[in-house]
């Protein structure tokens, strides 16, 4: 099985999800909430890999990494 590696970053000025992958060329996905973005991305990796003649034969598993900077204030 094939696994493809998806970061989706929280852009906490915009207030969204956002993913980056080298791995699915094309692939530009914004979401309010992380299983949205995961569901967009889970969408739309088979077409851009069938645009990109990438097509893999065997299932695509995506791993995707969640990235969030926050702050924390002391008490």
């Given at each position: 099985?094939?696994?493809?590696?998806?970061?989706?970053?929280?852009?906490?000025?915009?207030?969204?999800?956002?993913?980056?992958?080298?791995?699915?060329p094309?692939?530009?996905?914004?979401?309010r909430?992380?299983?949205?973005?995961?569901?967009?991305?889970?969408?739309?990796?088979?077409?851009?890999?069938?645009?990109?003649?990438?097509?893999?034969?065997d299932?695509?598993?995506?791993?995707?990494?969640?990235?969030?900077?926050?702050?924390?204030?002391?008490?």
């Amino acid at each position: 099985m094939t696994t493809l590696e998806i970061r989706a970053i929280w852009d906490d000025e915009a207030q969204v999800w956002y993913s980056v992958s080298d791995e699915v060329p094309g692939l530009c996905v914004e979401a309010r909430t992380l299983d949205e973005l995961i569901d967009i991305a889970t969408a739309l990796t088979p077409e851009l890999l069938e645009a990109n003649r990438m097509t893999p034969v065997d299932p695509v598993q995506l791993h995707i990494t969640a990235e969030r900077t926050t702050l924390a204030k002391a008490a």
